[in-house]
């Protein structure tokens, strides 16, 4: 199992970003995928997660209205847009792809950097 985040960088603040997460490995239409991030000195936290078909999305408060996931499950990959960026939204953002405590797979994160 293979989860490649891709994307990150450095915009000014109200700016967007486009991730990616490339998965392999395992049969990516069949798993709900979430995004998360983690802030120097913060624990990690969900950002959003999607279902299977790409119907459903749940966000947290803070990326309602900004964020979008989606995902291809013809290439097997997730996606997080991420506009009117603020500095606070700066962090490592990593995918997720979780059934159970045996089938937890993170990918090695992509940083996001959101300058004031």
């Known amino acids: 199992v293979q989860l490649v985040e891709s994307g990150g960088g450095l915009v000014q603040s109200g700016g967007s970003l486009r991730l990616s997460c490339a998965a392999s ?3 990516f239409s069949s798993y709900v995928m979430k ?6 000195g ?3 936290e ?4 999607i279902g299977i078909t790409g119907r459903s999305v749940y966000y947290v ?3 309602k209205g ?4 989606s995902r291809d499950n013809a290439k097997n990959t997730v996606y997080l847009q991420m506009n009117s960026l603020k500095p606070e939204d700066t962090a490592v953002y990593y995918c997720n ?7 937890d797979y993170w990918g090695q994160g992509t940083q996001v950097t959101v300058s004031s």
Not at 66 to 69: D, K, M
Not at 97 to 103: D, G, I, L, W, Y
């Open 35 to 40: 995004w998360y991030r983690q802030a120097p």
């Open 46 to 49: 969900l950002v959003a997660s």
């Open 61 to 63: 408060d803070f990326a």
């Open 25 to 27: 490995g395992f049969a």
């Open 42 to 44: 913060k624990e990690r």
């Open 97 to 103: 792809a979780r059934q159970n405590s045996k089938f």
């Open 66 to 69: 900004r964020f979008t996931a």
